[in-house]
């Protein structure tokens, strides 16, 4: 089970709370991402990272920030400004520079607000 | 923009019945489409890439320039099929998902 790890499995929140979600890659890739999964919603993207020391918002960053200070990992942190924050969060990588690359996910962290 | 719509939410065939996933996108470019899998328990996994032209599992998909869809195939549905398909695709820099349909095959 290696290549991408999210930590924790689960996670739980008080109102008001930042939390952080782990993203660590071992596949050497250059592009890491976030994702949201909602029912009925898909995957929504929140941010992304091309390169080191460089990231992007997606369509839903709002609430969040990230950093990549590694190649390796690329951590979501969840602000107390995200209104809605119960979800399954998801972490991707791939590997730009060849044609028709596919995303390896992550096995996901589901995050509560309790 | 780019944008990928899957208009079944949940799609229920008989064992030994042929499957077809509908995804339709909208993009200005070339497009590069995907389909995704996600088992009970599993893990998002890519499932195949129209450029490869593949058949994974006995699924197929065509990229429709025309009509703008890249629908999955397969002739003959197995239980094992049973899952969440999610069809993607990847514009500049990012890749967009539909919301995805739930196949459930009956036995």
């Known amino acids: 089970d290696g290549g991408i790890t999210q930590s924790p499995k689960y996670l739980f929140r008080k109102e008001g709370q930042n939390v952080t979600l782990s993203c660590e890659q071992n596949?050497?890739?250059?592009?890491m991402y976030w994702y949201r999964q909602d029912p009925g919603q898909g995957l929504r993207l929140i941010y992304y990272?091309?390169?080191?020391?460089?990231?992007q918002k997606g369509d839903i960053a709002e609430g969040y920030s990230v950093s990549r200070e590694k190649k390796e990992s690329f951590p979501l942190t969840v602000t107390s400004a995200q209104k809605n924050p119960t979800a399954f969060y998801l972490c991707?990588?791939?590997?730009?520079?060849?044609?028709?690359?596919?995303?390896?996910f992550g096995s996901g962290t589901r995050l509560t607000v309790v | 923009a780019q944008r990928v719509t899957q208009p079944e939410k949940l799609l229920s065939v008989f064992k030994g019945a042929p499957v077809e996933l509908k995804c339709n996108y909208s993009?200005?470019?070339?497009?590069?489409l995907f389909w995704y899998v996600q088992y009970s328990r599993q893990r998002l996994q890519l499932l195949l890439r129209?450029?490869s032209r593949e058949s994974i599992k006995g699924f197929t998909a065509d990229l429709n320039k025309g009509e703008t869809s890249f629908h999955l195939k397969k002739p003959f549905a197995q239980e094992e099929d049973s899952a969440m398909y999610y069809c993607?695709?990847?514009?500049?820099?990012?890749?967009?998902f539909g919301t995805g349909t739930k196949l459930q095959v009956i036995p």
């Open positions: 991707a990588s791939s590997s730009p520079g060849t044609t028709n690359y596919g995303y390896t």
């Open positions: 596949l050497n890739h250059d592009a």
């Open positions: 990272s091309q390169i080191v020391n460089d990231f």
């Open positions: 993009y200005s470019g070339s497009p590069e």
């Open positions: 129209h450029i």
């Open positions: 993607a695709l990847r514009g500049y820099q990012k890749v967009t």
